[in-house]
Structures are given as structure tokens and as C-alpha cells.
């Protein structure tokens, strides 16, 4: 089928590469000229493991290319909008970039169209492009309109678009709802041919599940902000584990074996950040508002989220004493590993927090170095996680990145200052540090420390 897909985010570039992975011809557009450009050559503005292979091997087979949106509105029968819905001061989602799309449609397209809003939307936003289309198109335009939520993860998205545990599809017509079966068919049949296993692991086949728009643009918020309310909920006990001598780990093990709670998403740390959670969460508290429903419990799930930093550095605090003129070396600088994407990083928020406490901040981090060093000028970045290291009064883990798990701690041990490590996302393994000689400083009451060094701590 010959598909358009609008915005060549982390959204829209991993739903054209998969969709042309499947079979399908895609257009694929980008308002960003200079990623277009990049696009065009073959050159990704995004690290996403899987990714790349399959952009040049569509592009290569044809069934992808990119283009300006004017002619990828044209090209495909069914259009799907992965434009940015950032946030607005207020907290509303913006969707100017969703109306921009909207027009050009009116203006440029013929005959039928589907046109699918894929990117993150409020609830009624498909009616209201409903209606602008009806306006601006005068009957020109014989058109459906469906929401089609995306659920990958950075990091992950291939994998996630290619696997998923649910397809939702909101259509108030039986000709949108079957024509987007048709497109996934090879998803749900799981009949393509897999860019990143010989074998696919056995796994149950995708739910794809129809309902009216409303209720798939709610899934959407409902879902994202479940799970941060999820990783607000293990924090909050975190920081009872840690007042009580208590373990998160085995707490969160614990819940976790309960299937209706489940064990994904119960890691304590730093807090959640990147570019869905935070700004989701907002959104639909603001949507909410507007229609008289009292969502306090979000609020209350963003207010913990924001304390985390706050109270992580008061760990540190009280492990260094004093924070002006300490030497910090920090392993971890995007949102989450795999990735190297730093919006809304509780990472860099962290290191903001100790740079603006007088500390130095040497910094390491496999893919996001160049992002970070944007956001944050002051940060200083090492070439390897030793270097940061080198000369530290403290180690702090800010991304779980597996690359951290596996340190040469003798080698570490001759590089420090202190043999402090200061674990926000404990996923190192204890024992090895503390077997090292690190004092080892974890969330939630996880944490481990020579024998010496613990009578210390207590002070
Ligand atoms: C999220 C949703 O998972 C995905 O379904 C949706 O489509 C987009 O938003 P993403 O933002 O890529 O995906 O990241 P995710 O893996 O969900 O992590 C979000 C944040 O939560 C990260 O900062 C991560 O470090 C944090 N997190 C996650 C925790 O602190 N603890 C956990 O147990 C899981």
C-alpha cells in the first residue's frame, strides 16, 4: 500500500522505516529541512538501535522516501501524522503543528484520504480535525479520520513498532478501521521478514483492538501516565525502604510477583523524564481540567517525579559534606540508555543542580555526550567513563547503561579520589563495589559498604 507518514521523529521515522520494512511504499516527510536533508542522504538525527539498517535498506528497495510534506500529502492514500506535540507554557499539548498538517491536506489533497493522528494527542483532538478538514476542504475531499496511538520506547522503538503487545485503532468508520487492519496485517500475523531477530522469540500475537477515536486518544494518555504514576508510587516506597533500613529491591520484587501489579516499571531512581512522560502527564491533567475531572492524583505523581532530583542530590550532599570545589564524575547523561536523547533528563538536571552548587561535573556517556554538551555547556565530557573518573571525591550513575555494569574496579579504584560511588538508578552490582573497596550508595535503602566506611556514614 502506499502510506504517508508526516514528521520524521522518533515516532514517525521508526513507523515509515517498519511500515516499509512490512511491505508497504512510504513518503515520508520532515518540516526540519535540514534533517530532511540528512534523511535524504542517509544520514539518521537520531541514535535508535536497528534504525539506521532499516532506512538504508528501505531507501536502497525503494519503498522509502523523503520528501516535503506538500507532496507526501499527495502520495499516499492514507496519511499519518507523527508531527511533535511538545508542551505548552500551560501545560496544554501544543498542536499547532497538528493544524499546519491539516492545511496542507485541505489544500493539496484529492480524491480519499485516512488520515491517522499517530502522534500523542489530547482527547477530541480527532474531532476538531475532523472538522477543520470538513471546513477548509469544501467536499473536495472524501476523507476518514483515525487516531492510531504509537507505545515504543526510545531505545527500543524498532522492537516495540515490529512486536507490540497492542495495536488500538480509533475509527468511526468501518472503511478507516479495515483499512488500517489491512496495514498492519503483517504485524498482527507477524509475517515480515525481522530486521533484528533470525528467529522471533515466541511471543503472543498482537491484540489489535478497535474503538472510536476518544477512547484511543485517551488509551494513549491513560496508558503513559499510568506508568509514571507507576514509577512515582516504587520512589515514594523507595524513600520508606530508605527511613525504615528496609530494601526497594526486594520490595519492588515482591510487588511486582503479584501478577495484577506486575514487575515492569518498578526501578526506583532519579525520576522519570524524556519527552513523553513529563509532558504527557501534564497534558492530560490540563485536558482533564477542561472537562471538570479532578485528576490530583497525577499532579501529585509529577510533584514526587520533580523531588527526586532534589532529594538525590541531598544523598550526595551528605556523603561529600560540602559540594563547592568537589570533583564529580558522572556515568549517565540521556534520559535513559539506549538512547541518546536528553530532553527532560532528570540526568541533566541533576548535574545542573550540583554545577550550580559550586561541585565540577565530568561526565561520560555512551551516545548522548553531544546532546548533553548542548544543553548544558558548563559540563565537561570524557572520552570513556575512566577518564570522568579520574581525580573524583564521587562516581555518580545517572543512566543505567549496561556499559556501567561491566568496570574494571581495580583499574577505577587507582583512578579516584574517594572510592565513593553514588548509584541513582541502582543497577550496579553491589557486591562488586563494596567488594572493591567502594562505598556504595544506592535509592531506597540499597546500599553497601565496608565495614569501616558504614560506621562512618552513620555520622
Ligand atoms: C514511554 C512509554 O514507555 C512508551 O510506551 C511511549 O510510547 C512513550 O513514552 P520512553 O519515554 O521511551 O517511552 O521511555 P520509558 O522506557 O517509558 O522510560 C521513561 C522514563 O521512566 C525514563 O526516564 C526511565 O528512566 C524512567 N523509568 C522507567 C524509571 O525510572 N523506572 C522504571 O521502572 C521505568
Redesign the pocket.
Given at each position: 500500500m502506499r502510506l504517508s507518514v508526516i514528521g520524521a521523529g522518533y515516532v514517525g521515522l521508526t513507523t515509515a522505516a517498519c511500515f516499509a520494512q512490512i511491505g508497504h511504499d512510504v513518503f515520508c516527510s520532515e518540516s526540519d529541512l535540514d534533517k530532511l536533508r540528512k534523511l535524504q542522504n542517509g544520514v539518521m538525527p537520531i541514535y535508535e538501535p536497528h534504525l539506521q539498517g532499516i532506512v538504508t535498506h528501505a531507501r536502497e528497495s525503494g519503498r522509502l522516501t523523503f520528501g516535503e510534506t506538500d507532496q507526501t500529502v499527495e502520495s499516499g492514500e492514507t496519511i499519518f501524522i507523527c508531527v511533535g506535540t511538545p508542551p505548552l507554557e500551560n501545560g496544554d499539548a501544543d498542536l499547532s503543528a497538528i493544524e499546519g498538517v491539516a492545511r496542507v491536506i485541505a489544500k493539496r489533497a484529492r480524491g480519499y484520504r485516512l488520515i491517522v493522528e499517530k502522534s500523542t494527542v489530547p482527547v477530541q483532538t480527532g474531532a476538531q480535525l475532523r472538522k477543520h478538514l470538513a471546513v477548509h476542504t469544501t467536499g473536495k475531499l472524501d476523507f476518514d479520520v483515525a487516531s492510531n496511538p504509537?507505545?515504543?520506547?526510545?531505545?527500543t522503538s524498532v522492537e516495540d513498532f515490529l512486536h507490540p503487545d497492542r495495536i488500538v485503532i480509533g475509527a468511526d468508520s468501518p472503511r478507516a478501521a479495515n483499512l488500517l487492519q489491512e496495514i498492519y496485517q503483517p504485524i498482527i500475523d507477524q509475517t515480515f521478514a525481522c530486521p533484528i531477530h533470525s528467529a522471533c522469540p515466541p511471543r503472543p500475537q498482537p491484540r489489535f483492538l478497535v474503538t472510536d477515536t476518544s477512547s484511543a486518544e485517551i488509551i494513549k494518555h491513560a496508558?503513559?501516565s499510568f506508568?509514571a504514576m507507576k514509577?512515582s508510587y516504587i520512589n515514594m516506597v523507595a524513600d520508606l525502604c530508605e527511613a525504615t533500613g528496609a530494601d526497594i529491591g526486594k520490595v519492588a520484587e515482591g510487588i511486582g510477583l503479584d501478577p495484577r501489579i506486575g514487575p515492569d516499571?518498578?526501578?526506583p531512581?532519579i525520576?522519570?523524564?524524556?519527552?513523553?512522560?513529563p509532558k504527557d502527564l501534564q497534558a492530560f491533567v490540563r485536558i482533564a481540567e477542561k472537562f471538570g475531572c479532578d485528576f490530583a492524583l497525577l499532579q501529585e505523581v509529577a510533584r514526587i517525579n520533580q523531588k527526586r532530583v532534589s532529594s538525590f542530590v541531598e544523598k550526595i550532599r551528605k556523603e561529600l559534606w560540602v559540594l563547592r570545589g568537589k570533583k564529580i564524575c558522572v556515568w549517565g547523561l540521556a534520559?535513559?540508555p539506549n538512547t541518546d536523547d536528553v530532553r527532560f533528563a532528570?540526568s541533566l538536571a541533576v548535574v545542573r543542580q550540583l554545577l550550580a552548587e559550586g561541585a565540577s561535573v565530568r561526565a561520560y556517556d555512551p551516545q548522548a555526550m553531544e546532546k548533553a554538551q548542548r544543553e548544558v555547556p558548563e559540563l565537561t565530557c570524557c572520552r570513556d567513563l575512566y577518564e570522568a573518573a579520574r581525580g573524583a571525591d564521587a562516581i555518580v550513575l545517572l543512566t543505567e547503561w549496561e556499559e556501567f555494569r561491566r568496570v574494571d574496579w581495580k583499574r577505577l579504584a587507582g583512578l579516584v579520589e574517594r572510592s565513593l560511588i553514588v548509584d541513582g538508578r541502582n543497577t550496579l552490582p553491589r557486591e562488586d563495589v563494596t567488594g572493591h573497596g567502594f562505598q556504595y550508595v544506592g535509592i531506597g535503602g540499597v546500599s553497601g559498604a565496608p565495614e569501616l566506611t558504614r560506621s562512618l556514614a552513620s555520622i
Open positions: 504509537e507505545f515504543l520506547k526510545e531505545g496508558s503513559n506508568l514509577i516499571f518498578l526501578r531512581g525520576g522519570f523524564g524524556g519527552f513523553c512522560f534520559f535513559k532528570p
